[in-house]
């Protein structure tokens, strides 16, 4: 027998965003499932809003939302008339005209769901979770696939429902999105979580625990790479936009400075910024990867 899960240990309350962050294979879908009622654990103790969610019945099943990334929508159907049949299964049920024009799902309400691009069908998914007015929701990737207007719509739409009191336990594998969204994070590997805190003290203790910086600048593109002593590396992540790693101390900022006034470059913006959540996610990947 392999052990998924071994020791994993989280919390999440009322009014915030807890996100659950982990690579492939990780444990993090587990202990979704888990947590949700879909699977039954080997051990330990889950509760949903004070009780099990594997025994639960129906009372318990209509104070919950879950969306899933992959699968649970029929493909033959109109997202219209699966929302009224959604909506038909709960005794309080939000408005689901108002939610379907909301995110943008009365655009496409005629169109079956196997036509569906990947942000339509994620809009739908999402819909569905929240047409019950769930006082848990279980959202997994729910900005996956969305155009700039349709994710911050979404983004809006979280805030609304923290704000409500719901409790949102979120996946992603988008960073950005993670720590543009989330109260409180854990962050899993191998089964346990490894890490935990707001966005704020993970971030701040990788950058204590390093001591560095990432500066960010643009200029003019396809400028050589210097040799830097006190610094990382230079590299240019898109034409004319440079970073630089590893700023540790004064004289490593010093050391780029001297190089823009050696070459007469005048950089048309200048940002040095901390570590942030994918930083951390990714060190505690890689070093997983090393063990």
Known sequence: MVRVLNGISLT?????????????????????GCAQGLLKPDGGTV??????????????????GVMLQDGGLPP??????????????????VNVDALAQRLGIDSFAHTT????SGGQRQRVGLAAALVGNPEVVFLDEPSAGLDPQSRQ???DLIAELRERGLCIVLTTH?????????????IIDNGRNVAQGTVAELTAEATT??????LFFTATPGLPAPELRDAGSLV?????????????????????TSWWAERGILPTSITMEPKNLEDVFLDIAEGGARG
């Open 12 to 32: 999440a309350h009322a009014g915030a965003v807890t996100t659950l962050l982990g690579s492939n294979g990780a444990g993090k879908s587990t202990t979704l």
């Open 47 to 64: 509760r949903l809003l004070g009780q099990d969610p594997y025994s639960g019945g129906s009372t318990l099943r209509s104070r919950v």
């Open 76 to 93: 033959s159907v109109k997202p219209m008339a699966l929302l009224r049949h959604v909506e038909g299964m709960y005794s309080h049920p």
């Open 113 to 116: 769901i196997r036509r569906l």
């Open 153 to 155: 719509t979404v983004f």
């Open 174 to 186: 988008l960073m950005e999105d993670a720590q543009r969204l989330s109260d409180y994070v854990y």
């Open 209 to 214: 625990a390093t001591d560095s910086r990432t």
């Open 236 to 256: 240019e992540e898109a034409a004319g936009q440079y970073r630089v790693d590893g700023i540790r101390s004064p004289a490593a900022l010093a050391e780029i």
